[in-house]
């Protein structure tokens, strides 16, 4: 295993480890305004959402590892503190690279890049049209991280008002991830797109703990045919059956056909089902 102490390779370097490892990022794509009415649009994958009450997300506009110069973006938002986070789709993801290039300061990347300018209901800066979700924020912080090269700028965006599009909407009014189809941001020119074909859900017990993997039964656990995410799923129950948690020091030998019968119950999410067939297994052993 390579082991690295931060301090011992430069920023550029530890850029390179460190957006590989840390990601996917969404991206943010930040349209903003300065005094004079200047429009300024550019992308931010250091970005997340940090609170709901009130709504925050925060994004940063670092000091370039470069030349430590400070962005458009940040000097905007230092005069005007508003923005609009605009969420990026995989439609969108050419023309939001084109508008992170270093254009000077009197050029507004929507028309560099090609997007549609429209007005904010409640802030100076203007949306992107061709973004599905449009964030309005107020800008409640700035954190400035350090003064060197590579440091980071934290705008605490407070999101005022959402607007979304029907055409990422469900029949409830509620946002379908499918119908999203995101990009995220990786290390060098990596991105991802999460579509239908690659989303996967986990469940997860809001109300009930799992029992764990220290409860499960020893053949269950050091079995090599399940992988941990099945196991997590089994795991994930409750309790053990009856049979199983009278006696955890019972054993078992799975054929291929049962294995694949408790897999195939597993990937159909019925955790519940596969252990009620190891039970038939146990009991009828
Ligand atoms: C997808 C993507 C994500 C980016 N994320 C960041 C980021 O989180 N922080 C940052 O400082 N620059 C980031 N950049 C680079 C900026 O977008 C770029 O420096 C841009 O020119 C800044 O523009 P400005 O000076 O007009 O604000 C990213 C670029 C791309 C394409």
């Known amino acids: 295993m390579l082991t690295i102490n931060t301090s011992d390779i430069s920023p550029i370097e530890l850029q390179g480890y460190l957006q590989s490892a840390i990601a996917p990022r969404p991206i943010c794509l930040a349209s903003t305004i300065d005094k004079a009415g200047q429009v300024n649009l550019s992308p931010f994958s250091y970005f997340n959402l940090f609170s709901m009450n009130p709504p925050i997300c925060i994004f940063s506009p670092s000091r370039r590892v470069r030349d430590n110069t400070t962005k458009h973006t940040l000097e905007n938002l230092k005069e005007v503190p508003e923005c609009v986070i605009n969420i990026v789709n995989y439609a969108m993801v050419g023309q939001v690279s084109l508008s992170s290039c270093e254009y000077s300061k009197d050029v507004n990347e929507f028309t560099k890049a090609g997007f549609t ?68 941001r990786l290390g060098g020119d990596w ?30 656990r050091e079995s090599e045919a399940l992988s941990n995410n099945e196991k997590a799923q089994l795991a994930n129950c409750t309790t053990l059956p009856e049979s199983i948690a009278k006696n955890t020091s019972i054993s078992l030998d799975f054929t291929d056909a049962h294995m694949n019968a408790i897999k195939k119950e597993l990937a159909g999410k019925n955790a519940q089902a596969a252990w009620a067939f190891i039970e038939t297994l146990i009991v009828h052993q």
């Open 117 to 184: 300018q429209i007005p904010s209901d409640l802030v100076a800066p203007p949306r992107v049209a061709e973004s599905p979700i449009q964030l309005e924020c107020t800008v409640a912080q700035i954190i400035a991280l350090g003064e060197k090269a590579g440091a980071g700028n934290l705008v605490l965006a407070e999101i005022k008002r959402i607007h979304i599009a029907d055409s990422v909407l469900n029949a409830n009014n509620k946002i379908d991830q499918a119908k999203l189809d995101l990009v995220a």
């Open 191 to 220: 991105y991802a797109r999460i579509n239908e074909q690659n989303l996967f859900e986990v469940t997860k017990p809001n109300t009930q703990l799992g029992m764990g993997f220290d409860m499960l039964p020893k053949f269950i």
